[in-house]
């Protein structure tokens, strides 16, 4: 639409209230409890914050306001829409989602992540998404199991 027909300061104004919408993956929505939970709060936080822009008078700073926090209820409200709560895994005989795996790489370095949903994944804090590509190569291997991802070798050295 024209900035011409709108209220808008200018045409800066009208683009800062139209924030492209957050992408969203192709990959199954799979959670955790802890992920979903995690979803509903951000939606929560999202909502909060949009109302609260909603209340501003100046009508081309609510605009401004609540543009971030609708684009994130738009999201967050399709990812509690799209989520699949998965069960906790019933064995630890093989690396699944929901699992936390620890593994030694060839140079000797020991990590460890809990492999989850692509919203809760967070590797600085020990978790990985499990569409990422060390996930996906540790599914379904047990421990004692290599594992080659590019030019380094991965050992499976625990699996909780």
Known sequence: ?????TKEDSAETAAETMLPDRPISAAPNLVT???????????????AAYDAAS????VNERRRQGAA????????AERLRTAQLM????ST???????????????GVVQTYAIV????????????????????RLAGKAVGEFVELG?????????A
């Not at 639409?1 to 027909?5: D, K, L, P």
């Not at 209340?55 to 100046?58: L, M, P, Y």
């Not at 005989?93 to 140079?107: E, I, L, P």
């Open 1 to 5: 639409m024209s900035v011409a027909f």
């Open 33 to 47: 409890a802890a992920g979903l939970a995690a979803l509903q709060t951000q939606f929560d936080a999202a909502r």
């Open 55 to 58: 209340a501003i008078e100046d």
């Open 69 to 76: 926090p609708l684009r994130d209820l738009r999201y967050f």
């Open 87 to 90: 069960a906790p895994p019933a």
């Open 93 to 107: 005989d093989v690396v699944a989602f929901g699992h936390t795996v620890t593994y030694r790489r060839d140079d």
């Open 117 to 136: 949903g692509e919203d809760e994944a967070d590797p600085a804090s020990g978790s990985m998404s499990y569409v990422a590509p060390v996930a996906q």
């Open 151 to 159: 030019e380094r070798e991965l050992e499976i050295i625990a699996i």
